[in-house]
């Protein structure tokens, strides 16, 4: 143990009110902590939930799954935050960047509803506390045909179903978006059928690729991407990773989803990325990777599943062509 030295008059060096052991361990432990060699210790959990209650910019840690690596070039966090999907701010993609600072991610409330055996609600503390937090870096493409390489935080959203404790009965599960018009400008027109509602069959939403998503690019989710929690499901198109979810809800039937009313003919309930099923009005065979590609370079073929080819069992047998 140090022996204490008096300085009159300033205070006391953290080194010398704590053994000496304990100080280095903690300078020791601090140091692995940001290295994400404690990944899931109940002090690094502790200090995500403290990033993750702060909201906007805060750090997130999280360990990276190996499994999701990839050697891709990842898009930058600019355009990924200022080139989105959101239409709950607006049609244009630079509209989220510029409109979602009204959303108010904090306190923020998901309730599980249907065929459970008890319908319950979660904060967000508590739903950070059920998995340890994984890095996970995903392809995202959307149904227009463009794609991001986003570096994404959460962990697989088997651990909030098998909480959930769904029924034999639940074969789908609905995910329900915030739609609040003091928050979110665009739910004032017709463009969708609000709540933006999507959903996945239930082997789906256990396919341990599907993240339940609380951050990307190594911070809190920024709000046009969906703050304070989403799903992100790869080998499928962007619209059926819902952000901003209030509301998961176990059903027996298959939901229709908001762009299914919008437009039946265009948007089915599977929308698995298929370059052989064209959408009706133009061609999904290829895509422009975001910041990367130039508008006139050729564009990237796109494969089957966004390449994610372990999700292919789930569909064994299935004619996607109709089910598409
Ligand atoms: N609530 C809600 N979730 C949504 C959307 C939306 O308009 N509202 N758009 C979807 C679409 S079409 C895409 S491509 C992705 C885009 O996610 P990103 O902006 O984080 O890249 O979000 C999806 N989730
Ligand atoms: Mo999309």
Not at 208 to 236: D, H, I, S
Request: hydrophobic letters at 40%; a positive charge; glycine letters at 8%.
């Amino acid at each position: 143990m140090l022996i204490k030295r008096s300085h009159s008059g300033s205070a006391p060096l953290p080194s010398e009110i704590t053994p000496r052991e304990v100080y280095e361990q903690r300078r020791q432990f601090i140091a692995r902590i940001a290295a994400g060699a404690v990944a899931g210790s109940a002090l690094w959990e502790m200090a995500n939930r403290e990033a993750f209650a702060q909201g906007t910019g805060a750090r997130l840690a999280a360990k990276p799954n190996p499994a999701y690596a990839t050697n891709e070039k990842q898009t930058a966090f600019k355009d990924a935050t200022e080139y989105n999907n959101f239409y709950e701010f607006g049609t244009d993609k630079s509209d989220p960047g510029r409109n979602a600072g009204t959303l108010r991610p904090r306190p923020w409330t998901v309730s599980i509803e249907g065929e459970v055996k008890k319908p319950f609600t979660l904060d967000l503390d508590s739903l950070l506390k059920l998995a340890p937090l994984e890095e996970r870096i995903y392809r995202l493409r959307c149904v227009e045909g463009w794609s991001m390489v986003i570096p994404w935080i959460g962990y697989p959203l088997s651990n909030l179903i098998k909480k959930a404790e769904p029924l034999s009965s639940a074969k789908y599960v609905e995910f329900v978006t915030l739609a609040d018009p003091r928050q979110m400008p665009g739910v004032r027109s017709g463009v969708l059928d609000w709540p933006y509602r999507e959903g996945l069959r239930m082997d789906e939403a256990m396919q341990p690729l599907a993240l339940l998503t609380f951050g990307m690019y190594g911070q809190v989710l920024p709000n046009q991407n969906g703050a304070p929690v989403r799903v992100v499901a790869p080998w499928k198109y962007g619209f059926k990773s819902a952000k901003s979810i209030v509301k998961i809800r176990f059903v027996k039937d298959q939901p229709v989803t908001s762009w299914m009313a919008a437009g039946p003919d265009e948007y089915g309930f599977y929308s698995n990325v298929n370059p052989n099923v064209d959408h009706p009005r133009w061609s999904q065979a290829s895509e422009r990777r975001i910041g990367e590609d130039g508008f006139f370079k050729p564009k990237r073929k796109t494969l089957m599943f966004n390449g994610y080819n372990e999700v292919a069992p789930l569909y064994a047998g299935m004619d996607l062509k109709k089910y598409f």
